[in-house]
């Protein structure tokens, strides 16, 4: 029989083993790398159905089924996955004509999306229509940061970003939404007053590095890639602005090769990405997070999608 003095002696010891152990296993998991893996989607334009097989370049392609089977897929191999959409969910299809967007949410949400921002042509069944279909089917925020909503049937409908946790990781993300005028119904557009989406967006990453010290910053724009007078598009966005990791880009249905690279005003990389438009690609770009080498491109997939890609 232990005598007491052995006793506590042993169970000092014992409780000593187990904070060291845990003290290593927590500086393991502090030191070793991450990999977080973003999906993406941006003007999909009611495309529930593929493409149909008439002989078109874009027969077969698309179609929600699809794209949720590639990211069941992805996710049941990727602990940590991000799935996001830049905007123009609606309008394109008779699906958007008969259910005035109700079939586009029910989609998403069933997908798992993570997070939206807004497009011109999701305005087009109203302001009222859109509130009404946010809350009664999204599971998942709508960000936008530049369009104030004051006195609109879209006031508390959405969110200036979200912080996302994965793992030990803090993502934010907002959104920025295209100017309306001339572009939106001013029926449609109604009262929203557009704010200027660089100063947004610099506030808005301000905010999410240095008060809620996120470890990556994302913006889901719908400003469209670049135009050839001055109107603020996501190449301007990403060259004016400072705390952007990456923007994932929309309007303009552009189908980018590889994410493109640019440096902000303070020199540092922001990527640029765009996957053209009706769900045709699902893009992925894959991250790895270290303590000491901070963060890293590890890998980026435009996928596309077709029933071929499944099964």
């Not at 897929?73 to 008779?94: C, M, N, S, W, Y």
Request: proline share 3%; aromatic share 10%; charged share 20%.
């Amino acid at each position: 029989m232990l005598s007491r003095k052995k006793f506590i002696k042993q169970a000092a010891l014992a409780s000593g083993a187990i904070m060291f152990n845990s003290s290593v296993a927590s500086a393991a998991d502090y030191i070793t790398p991450i990999r977080l893996t973003i999906l993406h989607t941006n003007d999909t334009h009611s495309r529930i159905d593929p493409f149909p097989m008439d002989g078109s370049s874009n027969q077969g392609l698309g179609g929600v089924t699809a794209r949720a089977e590639l990211i069941s897929k992805i996710r049941a191999a990727e602990e940590h996955v991000l799935l996001l959409d830049a905007g123009d969910i609606f309008q394109g299809t008779p699906y958007f004509n008969v259910f005035k967007g109700e079939t586009e949410i029910k989609a998403m949400a069933a997908m798992k999306y993570d997070a939206c921002t807004i497009g011109n042509h999701d305005f087009d069944a109203g302001m009222e229509n859109l509130a009404t279909q946010l809350t009664n089917h999204a599971s998942f925020p709508m960000l936008v940061s530049n369009y104030d909503f004051t006195n609109t049937p879209m006031e508390y409908k959405t969110a200036p970003y979200k912080i996302f946790k994965k793992g030990r990781l803090k993502i934010g993300v907002f959104g920025i939404g295209i100017e309306g005028s001339g572009l939106i119904a001013d029926n449609l557009f109604g009262n929203t007053k557009y704010l200027d989406p660089v100063q947004k967006a610099n506030e808005l990453s301000d905010l999410l590095l240095r008060e809620k010290k996120c470890d990556m910053i994302i913006c889901l724009s719908h400003l469209g890639f670049k135009y050839k007078d001055n109107k603020i598009s996501d190449e301007i966005l990403a060259k004016e602005t400072e705390g952007i990791d990456l923007i994932i880009g929309g309007h303009t249905h552009t189908f980018f090769d590889n994410p493109i690279i640019y440096k902000n005003k303070k020199g540092s990389d922001v990527i640029v990405n765009q996957v053209g438009w009706a769900g045709i690609v699902l893009g992925r770009i894959d991250f790895e997070f270290s303590k000491f080498s901070g963060k890293k491109i590890m890998g980026n997939h435009n996928l596309f999608v077709s029933q071929k890609t499944i099964g």
